[in-house]
């Protein structure tokens, strides 16, 4: 197998890639359970920055979690309907009305965010709530969620199947529950990934709506990039890691679990 | 149950008049097969039935003693088999046979014995809980038919319902189809685009044409006795015999046939399989295609009107290419059509 040069640079050269990606990372975790980074590892191990972590920024990633589930709910609500009411209607508004819809791919987060201050920044109790933040993550997930759902939707005969339905007696909120949504779910399962994994991971648009009690897991971690000792940050980094590696497989078997029911 | 329409017309927002003002009666039990080419409003015909579009103004669909023109798709309970199936993939055999009756609200117990009883009556109890993907074409629209019938509608509608499948499978499923409708024993319409399925399936066939019913009958008497130019073309290929009419006899390029009877404002047609080789036939010409068929040979033979004229040939031998024949073509065998109107 590694008779030939050409065989043995190629091992080599993935070889580097992956420890070019893999050791910055790894370095960053060990130091995040390092008593003292400076000296290295034989200063021996420990768990005390974890805890640290833990202490200081519980409420980020509790507050991010909430984020990301609240701003799932709120694209599910509103974004499945409207890839129905899309793929229901084709024709140049719909076009017109998907390209809105996708506008805040294109537009910078921080100039998203510089919008919402303006409209919204003087109403009080929503400048300082944490729906204000929601808000900007809904603007910026939403075009995600009802691509997804679109595709999904216009692959299949949306019409016949519905008219195949109503002819069967169902009403159309009855067409929509047991023949739209069940077919739909691969592209919602695919979507509601891409909307946690973005609004867990945000923070262009975030770092500028936040305030000092409303902190994100990512605004938190540059806080603490800035502000603290270099274990700190590093076991923030690695916390990091352990919370969103699990909930990314999770979501993926999910959707890989529903694309096989379909196919 | 009686499906009576009155003047039902439709014409789409784009002023396309897919179907002008048509009158139909269907008696309870009947099989009523809509027969015509594409864009000559079948389809239309079926999905105002159905209630998937709505008829201009004025026209109004009957389901027995009831007025339903006003009434939307999922209230008519008009069972209906599409084209393409349109079978739910989320769903099982079952699922998608049990559907209808879960939109009843019956109760467990009794879609579960209607499903089985239909799952019985289409021989489809070994695929009960498959999955639609699972199935071969002929299952899934047997599935189909199953699925529409579950709910025990007040008819049938069957949007061709063997086109989706190939063309071996298509001709066995056909008496299967017709067997499992006269046992259903439902009024049904079906719309087809192809004649043998029309002819083998139906008890009555409406040709369409244009957005018209252009006749109305039994298979027989719409292939004994057609009443246009178009019926007699569509149904069973007849060839026109263009000449001079003069009382009892038409003149043609190839030689003189004697006529059934007198009828100055009538076209002749006749079938292929009435053209006969007859050495002592009055019409002459030239052999210039031979096909073979297994059992018969088919011939086209010019020079005897300004078209190829076809004829069916059974025999162990036929004559070449570019002999010359003579045929014979029975009176009996020539079908008188009045003229078509001039065109406006």
């Known amino acids: ?263 | 149950m009686t499906l009576t329409l009155k003047s039902v017309a439709k014409t789409y927002p784009d002023g396309t008049e897919a179907l002008h003002p048509t009158d139909l009666s269907v008696p309870p039990g009947e099989i009523l097969a809509l027969l015509g080419p594409s864009g000559c409003g079948k389809t239309t015909l079926l999905r105002l039935i159905a209630g998937l579009e709505s008829a201009n103004l004025g026209g109004e669909v009957w389901f027995g003693e009831d007025n339903v023109t006003a009434l939307a798709v999922e209230h008519r309970k008009a069972g209906m088999v599409f084209q393409s199936y349109a079978l739910f993939p989320n769903m099982s055999v079952r699922g998608n046979i049990g559907y209808g009756l879960k939109m009843q609200k019956l109760p467990k117990a009794e879609i579960t014995a209607r499903v089985d009883e239909v799952l019985e009556l289409c021989q489809l109890a070994p695929f009960a809980h498959r999955t639609i993907t699972a199935l071969s074409g002929g299952q899934r629209q047997r599935v189909a038919l199953a699925r529409a019938f579950a709910p025990r509608p007040r008819l049938l509608l069957l949007d061709e319902p063997l086109s989706a499948l190939d063309a071996t499978l298509r001709d066995s499923l056909r008496d299967e189809l017709a067997i499992l409708l006269r046992k259903f024993g439902i009024t049904a319409v079906f719309v087809t685009h192809d004649q043998n399925e029309a002819m083998a399936i139906a008890d009555r066939v409406a040709v369409m044409s244009g957005g018209r019913i252009e006749q109305i009958g039994t298979p027989e008497a719409l292939y004994r006795q057609p009443k246009s130019d178009f019926v007699a073309r569509f149904v069973g290929n007849a060839m026109p015999l263009e000449g001079r009419m003069d009382g009892t006899n038409l003149h043609l390029p190839g030689g003189v046939l004697p006529l059934p009877d007198p009828s100055p404002n009538a076209q002749a047609f006749v079938r292929a399989e009435d053209v006969r080789i007859d050495a002592d036939g009055p019409l002459t010409g030239k052999v210039i295609s031979l096909t073979f068929l297994g059992t018969h040979y088919r011939l086209g033979i010019a020079g005897i009107t300004d078209i190829v004229l076809y004829a069916l040939h059974t025999g162990q031998s036929a004559p070449k290419l570019g002999e010359t024949v003579r045929c014979r073509i029975d009176p009996e065998a020539i079908l008188l059509v009045p003229k078509e109107r001039p065109a406006a």
């Open chain 1, 1 to 263: 197998m590694l008779k030939s040069p050409t065989k043995i640079a190629q091992l080599v050269v993935t070889l580097l890639a992956c420890a070019f990606l893999l050791v910055p990372a790894l370095q960053s975790m060990l130091a995040g359970i390092t008593v003292n980074y400076f000296q290295g590892v034989s200063s021996g191990l420990t768990t005390k920055w974890i805890v640290q972590v833990w202490e200081l920024y519980a409420g980020s990633i509790g507050l991010s979690i909430w984020l990301a589930f609240a701003c799932l709910f709120c694209t599910l609500l509103i974004g499945v309907p409207a890839a129905y009411g899309l793929a229901r209607n084709p024709g140049w508004i719909s076009r017109v009305l998907e390209e809105f819809i996708s506008l805040p791919l294109a537009i910078p987060g921080l100039a998203l965010a510089l919008a919402l201050l303006q409209l919204y920044g003087s109403v009080q109790g929503f400048r300082t709530h944490w729906s204000f933040i929601l808000t900007g993550h809904v603007l910026y997930t939403l075009p995600f969620m009802v691509r997804s759902v679109l595709a999904v939707l216009a692959a299949m005969d949306l019409k016949t199947l519905e008219e195949g339905a109503a002819s069967l007696g169902a009403s159309p909120w009855q067409r929509f529950r047991d023949i739209v949504i069940p077919n739909a779910m691969p592209g919602i399962l695919a979507g509601s990934l891409t909307v946690v994994t973005l609004s867990i991971g945000e923070f262009n648009l975030t770092w500028m709506l936040h305030t000092p009690y409303l902190k994100t897991l990512p605004v938190g971690l540059a806080d603490s990039y800035a502000s603290m000792r270099l274990e700190v940050a590093s076991a923030y980094t690695l916390v990091f890691f352990i919370m969103i590696i699990p909930l990314l497989m999770a979501m993926q078997w999910a959707s890989n679990r529903a694309q096989r029911i379909v196919a």
